[in-house]
């Protein structure tokens, strides 16, 4: 406990001095600055190299410091609050004018959650300011879900990455907002679909897969291993290829293939487990000797959803 308390010391004292560091979420690891500070802002998009076109989440502890930056915060939005705060759910609302445009990329809603992590949550708590996070890979490339999948990537970009072990849900959150009287939902992700629609009713599904700037972060392609990944029957996409330079990520099921090229998501065909392994075994697919990726979609409930989405744009 004494070490969680001087880890989250020296994360804080490094956030107010203006730099950039890896926390955990219980989604993916967030890449994490003041979302105040446009120059610390403007050091996130350069250690993620991501394009300015794509704003970020900002994350704080309660209900009353996103009062702080939005304008009002309608009913629908106070309902999916009570009921998924903390947790993986991201709401876009109209932000105030001291909130800064390069955190929205100009755009006039600000994107902002509370997340599920009991470190981060007391860094938050300790924090005067928000923190913007995008997930801490480089853009385009597979979302991280231990402090190791940080350290691999940009250890020598961020000077410390606040280690709050590995990530409960695996899959980056659900992003809603409001258009017209009606809950959109622009990302699927860690909050399932079904169970925002049990609190305000039916939603419309608006998740974008052409690559259009104007929808930022929904491109296209995207999570990528590096490798060209194929989705589809294993088995029949199998036929042909070598076996030692293919890569297959199942369900369930186990083929016969050396061990070292396969990742079964879950031998239980337990989907939230499949969800926290989707992200390591796109890494584990990035090898020099794997030529190809194999891998078919997870049965279309719950979470399943959100894994197909991330397999589809990993494929593109
Ligand atoms: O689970 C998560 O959401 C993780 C953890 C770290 O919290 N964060 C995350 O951030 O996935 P990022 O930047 O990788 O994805 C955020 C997505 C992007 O697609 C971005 O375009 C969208 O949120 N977004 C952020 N602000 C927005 C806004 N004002 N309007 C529309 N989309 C927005
Ligand atoms: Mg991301």
Redesign the pocket.
Known sequence: MAEIGKNIERAKSLLQMGEVIGIP?E????LAGNALSEDAILKIYQVKNRPKF????A?VDSLEKVEGMVKKIPDEARILANQFWPG?L?I?LDKKPGVPDIL?SG?D???V?I?NHATTLKLLRELEFPLA???ANPFGYV?PTSAKHVHDQLQEKIPYILDGGPCHIGL??T?VGFEDGETVV??L??TKVEAIESVVGEVKISVNMSSNPAA???LKSHYSPGRKLILGDILENLKGLNPDTTGIISFSKCYDIPKDNQVVLTSSADIEEAARNIFAALRKMDQPHIEVILAEYVPKEGLGIAINDRLRRASV
């Open positions: 979420t989604t993916v690891y967030g794509d704003p970020l989440i994350h993986p991201t876009l929205t755009l809603r600000v994107a959650r997340p996070a995008p997930s979302s980056e959150s992003i622009y990302r992700g860690g930022p972060g929904m």
